[in-house]
């Protein structure tokens, strides 16, 4: 178990500027979780996949924002036009589906500034 | 949409201290219920889980109650220790989502 690994751990951006994160779960894991996280705040769900389908986006994720999962591995995120309010901890989980009572394994995170 | 409230910190308690940290979910039906913990410069990471009515979640001496009549799920240590100091977060699942409270960060003082 190798753990959730996100990258890069931190970036810094000028307003307008399109930003990637990437996440690698863990290997056998079938789902991918993205959460937003502010200081002081817990963490918001923004859209969750099951292998390759993106089963279900949060209304805070604005057009502005994309999400894929080629062949349901590694996972990436895109915000387009970057606003300073997008400045927030950008957190990836993972899961192995069981039923109740799932266990999310978390990354450490992407800290995106805008400036 | 489904939210969690959990006691607004930071917390800040002896060594030894009983800890409480209160928890209420609004979920209908019979969601699961989690604490997650973030220690310093770590990620967050499951502490405890209960799954069904009355159920108790316990791991390194907390633990919490599955309190349907309530929609509670309070955090409770009898003796709370400087490395417990970190912050919590209370968590729902419904469907698949997990929906998390704001945090409290507890401080632990020798």
């Known amino acids: 178990d190798t753990g959730v690994s996100q990258n890069p751990r931190h970036k810094i951006t000028k307003r307008g500027q399109n930003v990637t994160f990437r996440c690698d779960p863990i290997s056998e894991h079938n789902r991918l979780y993205w959460y937003r996280q502010t200081l002081g705040q817990g963490p918001e769900f923004l859209t969750y996949?099951?292998?390759?389908?993106?089963?279900?986006k949060s209304r805070l994720l604005s057009d502005r924002f994309s999400a894929e999962r080629p062949k349901g591995s590694f996972s990436t995120l895109e915000i387009q036009r970057t606003e300073q309010g997008d400045s927030a901890m950008y957190l990836c989980?993972?899961?192995?589906?069981?039923?109740?009572?799932?266990?999310?394994?978390f990354g450490s995170g992407t800290q995106l500034s805008v400036l | 949409g489904d939210s969690v409230t959990q006691m607004e910190g930071p917390v800040t308690l002896s060594e030894e201290a009983f800890l409480t940290i209160n928890c209420t979910y609004t979920a209908t039906g019979y969601p699961s219920l989690f604490w997650y913990v973030q220690y310093p410069g770590e990620g967050l990471q499951l502490l405890l889980k209960?799954?069904?009515?009355?159920d108790k979640g316990s791991n390194k001496g907390f633990e919490a109650t599955y309190r349907k009549e309530t929609t509670s799920f309070h955090l409770e240590k009898g003796s709370v220790q400087v490395s417990d100091s970190a912050v919590y977060f209370c968590s729902e699942q419904g469907a698949q989502k997990l929906v998390f409270g704001q945090g409290t960060r507890l401080t632990i003082n020798p």
């Open positions: 996949f099951q292998n390759e389908a993106q089963l279900e």
């Open positions: 209960a799954t069904k009515a009355d």
């Open positions: 989980a993972s899961s192995l589906s069981q039923g109740r009572g799932e266990k999310l394994f």
